[in-house]
């Protein structure tokens, strides 16, 4: 199997729910297709935290992965976030999403790491359990360094040279571990495409990767496409205007108490822009109310990002 193409915006959808918080399948290929449609998203990656993955059942993932697969027509691979906690149970997952379509695995920490860090070499054998179990090509994920989930070097490299690992989405936020790291990274595997997951603060890392793995590709696809554009050109002061426009939506949906409040702001912003009919979202997430909403919504204004008249014209 081909190596996945990376090099360009990777969206982490939102997952779509009716009113009464069921999984609207038919909303969810309605973004597949939108996303999938525009040239430079070279995959979508689902069940993640924007995604709100880890508050589906089973039979939920595996059915929206299928959904996913069936929308996109080949045009894009699926790459499912896979969050089990123990190392068996992780490779099962897997191994199922494999099945209903996924081509990669964003390889989440177990959780359990979070709050009391991990052993030596658990991190590798997670990563190897999947790929030999289930044939997804992984992507390391690196968590931000105030976490004990957030992986020393030596171990990124170790991940970042198995068999089957293709990516690093990183998302340390700290810029001086992301200075020494990242060149260490590309030094020990050159073929690995990096990643960056800094939704807060993109423009610092735009001109160091071979693309964006983003929540906020929900929501302004089409400005991070023509971004990544500008810093792979080492094009400081186009990124930087796209940058500029950008900054109060950054500020509405990513500037908030809790990043948790994101994945709400990214479907409040889905129905500013048509693409969602209402932003129902699952316990433990909670309504922003009405004055985020107005605030979310002028954001949007502000930048000049409207609705997404072709979406709806095909409907």
Known sequence: MPTMDLRGLSPAPVTAFTRDGEVD???????????????????????????????????ERLKLIRTY??????????????TGEGTRVAAEEAKKCKSAGATGALVYPNHGWL??????????????????????????????????ASYDLD????????????ATKNGVRNMKRWYVEI????????????????????LPT?????????????????????????????????????????????RAVYHRGSHME???????????????????I???LKNLGEKAEAEIFAAFDAAGIGRVEQLLAAE
Request: aromatic content about 8%.
């Open 25 to 59: 399948y038919p909303a969810n290929a309605r973004i597949a297709k939108w996303l999938a449609g525009m040239d430079g998203v070279k995959s979508l990656v689902i069940l993640g935290h924007a995604g709100e993955g880890t508050f589906l059942t089973e039979e």
């Open 155 to 166: 171990t990124q490299l170790a991940i970042a040279t198995q068999d089957g690992v293709v």
């Open 282 to 284: 699952r316990e433990p």
């Open 206 to 250: 735009m001109f160091d990767v071979d693309g964006l793995l983003v929540g906020y590709g929900n929501i302004t696809p089409e400005l991070l496409i023509d971004l990544i554009e500008a810093g792979k050109a080492q094009n400081y002061p186009e990124a930087r205007r796209i940058f500029e426009r950008l900054l109060p939506v950054t």
């Open 69 to 82: 697969f069936e929308a996109v027509d080949g045009r894009v691979p699926i790459i499912a976030g896979i």
């Open 262 to 280: 994101g994945t709400v702001a990214l479907k409040l912003g889905l129905v500013h822009r048509g693409v969602l009919d209402h932003a129902t």
């Open 115 to 148: 709050r009391f860090g991990f052993q030596k070499g658990a991190p590798q054998d997670r990563y190897k359990a999947i790929w030999q179990e289930s044939g997804l090509q992984c992507i390391l994920f690196q968590y931000p360094d105030a976490t004990k």
């Open 183 to 202: 060149p260490e990274l590309k030094k020990a595997n050159p073929n690995l495409q990096i990643l960056s997951c800094h939704d807060e603060w993109l």
